[in-house]
């Protein structure tokens, strides 16, 4: 038996973190039993499905390397199928049209609440006569199509994650609506617990591998796959993704679509190996950080855990900063291009091909003055928009801040600058400059104005700088002695 795993996302907003995640686990368990990842877009909430939002969870999918298998099925265009399968039920006396109602079914809920009863339908029309019918539909009442759940069932499945699970009939809420807008002559609009079932069995969905807010679902949807005679596929219901608070982590608490984490600046292999360990532990000797694949090649449902999964930004902040600092500069420098284009740093030519030739343009725009800047702040990414912020003060002359600008005003400090500006232009405005060629201007710049070299350090660093803090100042010296930057930067501050 091939494994067929499906993810079933309405497209009424974006693709939501859980959603995602749900997706992480399928495709994992269809890639580690050589099984397919198949996708079906439940649209059939006409009013709130939107083109966009299929196409902002499927850009998502692929962005976060959750390829899939086949075209995704479009849920909307099964409507016959669905129908046919009311109607089996129909035929069979498995459902029944109820012609309750609004009015009489808020009744009988403020009933059982008095009553302190939980509510539920009351299955007051599941065996009218015929002439009661007929008079319901002469009063022009609107009927639904309901399914019988007899209150003494018992509903049993060995779940993958949660081990065996039963279900008592009775706590199902009643018979339940599979059809809305079903007058006699029509079948009307099929609803979800109805329309799942057919479709994942039509697709031959082996394993239903969704969130635990869909335990009840399953029940219901067990007794739909005995009424309609369809095989009943596993099922595996994986926890919740958890706020820091530890409710449903929801739109509330800010960010939760995978397109914003992706404009913050996270890393897909980042997001995905988080995700992946937002209920699943990797098994012992593998370490936090893994690629899909990697997971892939181990994952099973026994180390899913049952407990909900607590939303941990320090957790998958490092894993981003981890990823970021395991790049060769080379591959930094390529993602960081569009984003240093952006702020006008770079011609956005430069992301295709490199068409400039060297000579012609600032050392700024060479692909090796670019990579050595990589080599230098990659290390203190956390996430790629940083690369933003830390390239800035290369790309744009800063101005000082406050404490730059302390620093330099004192005596000292403008003696030691002083003096490392005479031994530049000594050795040469436009001549290369190395590591321990600056190391001796350095020397020869402290002894000259007698000062001590850690003044003198600070000092050049607020000046490059405009900020008492960043990265490795030889190299960021070295980074700025292009087309006689660090001189100028130096000179102002004179
Ligand atoms: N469209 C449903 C949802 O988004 C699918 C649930 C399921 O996997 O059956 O929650």
Known sequence: ??????????????????????????????????????????????????????????????????????????????????????????????????????????????????????????????????????????????????????????????????????????????????????????????????????????????????????????????????????????????????????????????????????????????????MTLLGWSPPEGMGERFTLSEAAAVFDFERVNKAGARFDWDKLNWLNGQILHALPPSELREQLLPLWAEQGWIPSAQIESDPIKPAQIAASQSQSWQQALCELIGPSLTLLADGVDQAKPFFERPELDPAARDQIGSAPAQAALAALLESLRGHGVEAPLEAEQAQQLLGAACKAADVKKGVLMKSLRAALLGSLQGPDLLSTWLLLHHDGEDLQRIERCL
């Open 1 to 274: 038996m091939t494994v067929r795993v499906r993810l079933a996302p309405s497209p009424t907003g974006t693709l939501h973190i859980g959603t995602a995640r749900t997706a992480v686990f399928n495709w994992l368990f269809a890639r580690r039993q050589g099984g397919q990842f198949l996708l079906r877009i439940e649209d059939t909430d006409k009013e709130r499905s939107r083109q966009e939002y299929t196409d902002n969870i499927l850009e998502g999918l692929a962005w976060l390397g959750l390829d899939w298998d086949g075209e995704p099925v479009i849920q909307s265009t099964r409507l016959a199928e669905h129908r046919m399968a009311i109607e089996q039920l129909l035929a069979s006396g498995h459902a029944y049209r109820c012609y309750a109602t609004e009015a009489e079914l808020t009744a009988m809920r403020e009933q059982q609440a008095a009553a302190s009863k939980a509510p539920r339908y009351d299955n007051r029309h599941r065996d009218l006569s015929p002439e009661q019918e007929a008079a319901f539909i002469a009063e022009g009442r609107e009927a639904v199509i309901r399914f019988r759940i007899d209150d003494d069932a018992t509903i049993s499945w060995t779940d993958l994650v949660r081990g065996p699970m039963r279900w008592a009939g009775s706590d199902l809420g009643g018979d339940m609506v599979v059809a809305r807008r079903a007058p006699s002559d029509r079948i009307g609009d099929p609803l979800y617990n109805l329309v799942v079932v057919v479709d994942d069995a039509a697709m031959a969905i082996t394993h239903v591998i969704r969130g635990e807010d869909h335990i009840a679902n399953t029940a219901k949807q067990l007794l739909l796959y005995d009424a309609l005679g369809l095989p009943q596929p596993v099922f595996a219901h994986t926890p919740l993704i958890l706020n820091k608070e530890g409710r449903k982590l929801s739109k509330r608490d800010g960010v939760t679509s995978i397109s914003d984490f992706r404009g913050m600046g996270y890393d897909a292999v980042a997001l995905a190996n988080y």
